[in-house]
């Protein structure tokens, strides 16, 4: 499947690519600068392509349909078949010019590559190099228009702002001649509000005072002691503390005295006048002092007020003043503001002006577009190896998803699994020698007896005394090569020394029997003893193979069952049983018939035949399960390695017309023959 599929994808490319047009390839590239030169601080008209995202504009741009559209429309590709079909649309002309187009960007560089198909070679390399003229007209175009925009726009707006400058310069002007005196520049404030500021020091150095003076005018009113003292604060206040000190020497003295002199004494009057003089003394000082503290209370009280009235019309004159000077202010800002706004407006203007006659490409060409000379598609052996190695994996695919979906019997590993029995021995894919070997008495050569035995069984050798073994060997479908392990067997017994029978219990097919029911035109067979017609020496035949005998099945009138499942069959078991050591059966289909139940219950031990590609395993499970159902005692399976069909008929069973011994029991020239190979 996968050499058809693949012959079939290979001729499917190359008729594909036979009808394909013959196209040539053209290939320039282009380089992108890092910029173009800017007609004022802002980009009108530049293009940066410093970053990879601007580079990848300028591919893309290439490759807009307002480009292809011009390019259509120059090269008059609407007009040629291999562009536009009859009918079709331009949007298909679009993706038809798209799709032989190739505008790509370097990896790693700033070159852009173009790549065009088209049926003429020359043309080819034209298309390459005006779509590049026709991207830089068109963003040249786009240019223009901005530049000629901008122009009037920027024009408006410096007629707007020359006009706002002059009138803001007209109202500063205005205002310092309305102003000649003030100092209206710099930084620090006028003459009014120095005055203020200095006037407001002495304020506070007033009120300090004055809260002072009033503090030790009201501490009078306490005790005498302090009143004086802070009445007396100063050179009177020295004075009052000299005589205060002469006092108490003075009471001290006069207090010893009044211990020794009465109050008539001289020096006791004299001490006592000494102490009066000093109080009087200490009590007029005091009493100056409190007038002078009230008088200087009063004054500083006078001086807080006359300042406060000062700094209150300083204060007016500071406030008009700085009123002033900030309306001028605003007004030298407003001016300079405006003059700064028209002086870069104006800028600008000039320079759109002189950038408008600069080239602002940034393309320049690295390799120019050359005329191909070959072809480069249909690449028809390229696409034929495609159609092959696609078709080949198509039929691959199909033969796996075939395979997969197939439940058929493949793996012996599996049928083992299925059945849940053992594997005994495995037929491998006879040639046409060895099937003619392969017969009840075919000749068999030295260099195959040891194929031709199932070397997987094992069978003790005979015993004295022992009893007859009936097998036998069952598949679920016809062709299984049942009747090949039949034969097989039946020469491994042989070769072990068994005198062996070969019973054709299949009624519903030839086999084994064909070219006997050919030979004998009475009654005979299988059948002819089970119906009572004949006894088991009649219809047992020897075969050339010494040791070999064959039972074959007859002529059927009816249902096989019926003549299995009566009587006459277990009768046959006990007639050939003192004559033979082992009986082989081959029987019937287990699906196809139920004869296989008659037989299976009398036989000592069933082999079950399994052929790859043959039925599916739930097929061979429920043959199983018919043989266990009645009674058959299934010690192995055997694997057959020839695969085949369900209900086709296995080769191997094909024999050679039957070679009886004549009445003597003398073998004839075969039989010989085949004793000496043996």
Same mark, same amino acid.
């Given at each position: 499947?996968?050499?058809?599929?693949?012959?079939?994808?290979?001729?499917?490319?190359?008729?594909?690519?036979?009808?394909?047009?013959?196209?040539?390839?053209?290939?320039?590239?282009?380089?992108?600068?890092?910029?173009?030169?800017?007609?004022?601080?802002?980009?009108?008209?530049?293009?940066?392509?410093?970053?990879?995202?601007?580079?990848?504009?300028?591919?893309?741009?290439?490759?807009?349909?307002?480009?292809?559209?011009?390019?259509?429309?120059?090269?008059?590709?609407?007009?040629?078949?291999?562009?536009?079909?009859?009918?079709?649309?331009?949007?298909?002309?679009?993706?038809?010019?798209?799709?032989?187009?190739?505008?790509?960007?370097?990896?790693?560089?700033?070159?852009?590559?173009?790549?065009?198909?088209?049926?003429?070679?020359?043309?080819?390399?034209?298309?390459?190099?005006?779509?590049?003229?026709?991207?830089?007209?068109?963003?040249?175009?786009?240019?223009?228009?901005?530049?000629?925009?901008?122009?009037?726009?920027?024009?408006?707006?410096?007629?707007?702002?020359?006009?706002?400058?002059?009138?803001?310069?007209?109202?500063?002007?205005?205002?310092?001649?309305?102003?000649?005196?003030?100092?209206?520049?710099?930084?620090?404030?006028?003459?009014?509000?120095?005055?203020?500021?200095?006037?407001? #020091?002495? @304020?506070? *150095?007033?009120?300090?005072? %004055? &809260?002072?003076?009033?503090?030790?005018?009201?501490? +009078?009113?306490? $005790?005498?002691?302090?009143?004086?003292?802070?009445?007396?604060?100063?050179?009177?206040?020295?004075?009052?503390?000299?005589?205060?000190?002469?006092?108490?020497?003075?009471?001290?003295?006069?207090?010893?005295?009044?211990?020794?002199?009465?109050?008539?004494?001289?020096?006791?009057?004299?001490?006592?006048?000494?102490?009066?003089?000093?109080?009087?003394?200490?009590?007029?000082?005091?009493?100056?002092?409190?007038?002078?503290?009230?008088?200087?209370?009063?004054?500083?009280?006078?001086?807080?007020?006359?300042?406060?009235?000062?700094?209150?019309?300083?204060?007016?004159?500071?406030?008009?003043?700085?009123?002033?000077?900030?309306?001028?202010?605003?007004?030298?800002?407003?001016?300079?503001?405006? #003059?700064? @706004?028209? *002086?870069?407006?104006?800028? %600008? &203007?000039?320079?759109?002006?002189?950038?408008?006659? +600069?080239?602002? $490409?940034?393309?320049?060409?690295?390799?120019?577009?050359?005329?191909?000379?070959?072809?480069?598609?249909?690449?028809?052996?390229?696409?034929?190896?495609?159609?092959?190695?696609?078709?080949?994996?198509?039929?691959?695919?199909?033969?796996?998803?075939?395979?997969?979906?197939?439940?058929?019997?493949?793996?012996?590993?599996?049928?083992?699994?299925?059945?849940?029995?053992?594997?005994?021995?495995?037929?491998?894919?006879?040639?046409?020698?060895?099937?003619?070997?392969?017969?009840?008495?075919?000749?068999?050569?030295?260099?195959?007896?040891?194929?031709?035995?199932?070397?997987?069984?094992?069978?003790?050798?005979?015993?004295?005394?022992?009893?007859?073994?009936?097998?036998?060997?069952?598949?679920?479908?016809?062709?299984?090569?049942?009747?090949?392990?039949? &034969?097989?067997?039946?020469?491994?017994?042989?070769?072990?020394?068994?005198?062996?029978?070969?019973?054709?219990?299949?009624?519903?097919?030839?086999?084994?029997?064909?070219?006997?029911?050919?030979?004998?035109?009475?009654?005979?067979?299988?059948?002819?003893?089970?119906?009572?017609?004949?006894?088991?020496?009649?219809?047992?035949?020897?075969?050339?193979?010494?040791?070999?005998?064959?039972?074959?099945?007859?002529?059927?009138?009816?249902?096989?069952?019926?003549?299995?499942?009566?009587?006459?069959?277990?009768?046959?078991?006990?007639?050939?049983?003192?004559?033979?050591?082992?009986?082989?059966?081959?029987?019937?289909?287990?699906?196809?018939?139920?004869?296989?139940?008659?037989?299976?219950?009398?036989?000592?031990?069933?082999?079950?035949?399994?052929?790859?590609?043959?039925?599916?395993?739930?097929?061979?499970?429920?043959?199983?399960?018919?043989?266990?159902?009645?009674?058959?005692?299934?010690?192995?399976?055997?694997?057959?390695?020839?695969?085949?069909?369900?209900?086709?008929?296995?080769?191997?069973?094909?024999?050679?017309?039957?070679?009886?011994?004549?009445?003597?029991?003398?073998?004839?020239?075969?039989?010989?023959?085949?004793?000496?190979?043996?």
């Amino acid at each position: 499947m996968p050499v058809l599929f693949a012959f079939l994808g290979g001729a499917l490319f190359w008729f594909h690519a036979a009808r394909q047009p013959v196209l040539y390839s053209a290939e320039g590239s282009i380089r992108v600068k890092q910029s173009s030169p800017e007609i004022y601080e802002g980009g009108i008209g530049s293009e940066d392509s410093r970053d990879l995202e601007q580079m990848k504009t300028v591919e893309q741009g290439m490759l807009s349909p307002t480009i292809l559209l011009q390019l259509i429309e120059q090269f008059d590709l609407g007009s040629d078949p291999i562009y536009q079909a009859e009918g079709d649309s331009q949007q298909a002309l679009l993706s038809t010019l798209y799709s032989r187009l190739n505008v790509e960007l370097r990896k790693g560089s700033r070159l852009i590559d173009i790549r065009i198909l088209d049926s003429d070679n020359a043309r080819a390399a034209e298309m390459v190099e005006a779509l590049v003229a026709i991207y830089e007209e068109w963003k040249e175009s786009g240019r223009a228009e901005l530049i000629a925009k901008a122009s009037v726009e920027l024009a408006a707006e410096e007629e707007r702002l020359r006009k706002k400058m002059e009138e803001s310069e007209s109202l500063l002007r205005d205002f310092r001649e309305a102003n000649p005196v003030l100092n209206l520049k710099g930084a620090s404030g006028g003459q009014a509000t120095g005055t203020m500021e200095m006037l407001n #020091r002495e @304020l506070t *150095a007033a009120t300090t005072e %004055r &809260l002072r003076l009033e503090t030790e005018v009201k501490g +009078l009113g306490q $005790s005498a002691s302090d009143g004086r003292m802070l009445a007396a604060k100063g050179e009177k206040g020295q004075l009052i503390l000299e005589l205060e000190r002469q006092l108490a020497a003075s009471e001290t003295t006069f207090s010893q005295l009044q211990t020794r002199y009465k109050y008539k004494h001289p020096k006791y009057i004299e001490a006592k006048n000494e102490i009066d003089r000093l109080k009087e003394q200490i009590a007029k000082v005091a009493s100056e002092a409190e007038q002078s503290l009230q008088r200087d209370f009063a004054a500083a009280a006078e001086r807080e007020r006359e300042l406060e009235r000062l700094v209150a019309g300083a204060r007016d004159e500071a406030i008009t003043e700085e009123t002033l000077r900030e309306k001028f202010a605003n007004l030298s800002r407003n001016a300079e503001i405006d #003059r700064a @706004l028209h *002086a870069d407006v104006a800028t %600008r &203007l000039q320079k759109i002006q002189i950038g408008s006659s +600069l080239n602002s $490409s940034i393309l320049t060409w690295e390799a120019h577009p050359l005329v191909p000379e070959w072809p480069a598609s249909p690449r028809k052996n390229l696409l034929l190896a495609a159609g092959i190695g696609l078709g080949g994996l198509l039929g691959l695919a199909i033969g796996l998803l075939l395979e997969l979906l197939d439940r058929k019997v493949r793996e012996r590993s599996a049928v083992e699994r299925a059945i849940r029995v053992p594997e005994l021995a495995a037929l491998p894919v006879y040639d046409q020698a060895t099937i003619k070997e392969l017969s009840v008495d075919g000749a068999i050569s030295k260099d195959r007896i040891r194929s031709l035995h199932l070397s997987r069984f094992t069978f003790t050798p005979r015993a004295e005394n022992e009893q007859m073994e009936a097998v036998m060997f069952a598949s679920a479908f016809e062709g299984d090569g049942k009747t090949t392990c039949v &034969l097989k067997c039946a020469r491994t017994f042989v070769k072990q020394g068994y005198r062996t029978l070969i019973v054709d219990a299949d009624f519903r097919h030839e086999g084994l029997s064909q070219l006997y029911a050919q030979q004998m035109k009475h009654a005979h067979g299988l059948t002819a003893y089970l119906n009572g017609e004949a006894e088991a020496a009649e219809v047992l035949f020897e075969t050339g193979l010494p040791g070999l005998w064959f039972l074959p099945s007859g002529k059927v009138d009816g249902n096989p069952a019926d003549y299995l499942g009566g009587p006459g069959f277990k009768k046959l078991l006990e007639a050939v049983r003192p004559m033979f050591d082992r009986v082989v059966f081959d029987v019937s289909a287990v699906l196809s018939s139920d004869d296989v139940q008659a037989v299976a219950r009398h036989v000592n031990a069933s082999y079950y035949v399994a052929r790859r590609g043959v039925g599916r395993y739930r097929d061979l499970q429920e043959a199983m399960d018919i043989l266990h159902s009645s009674g058959a005692r299934v010690v192995g399976f055997i694997w057959n390695e020839g695969g085949g069909k369900k209900g086709q008929k296995d080769e191997a069973p094909v024999i050679e017309p039957l070679r009886l011994v004549d009445g003597d029991g003398e073998a004839n020239e075969a039989a010989e023959e085949s004793r000496a190979a043996g």
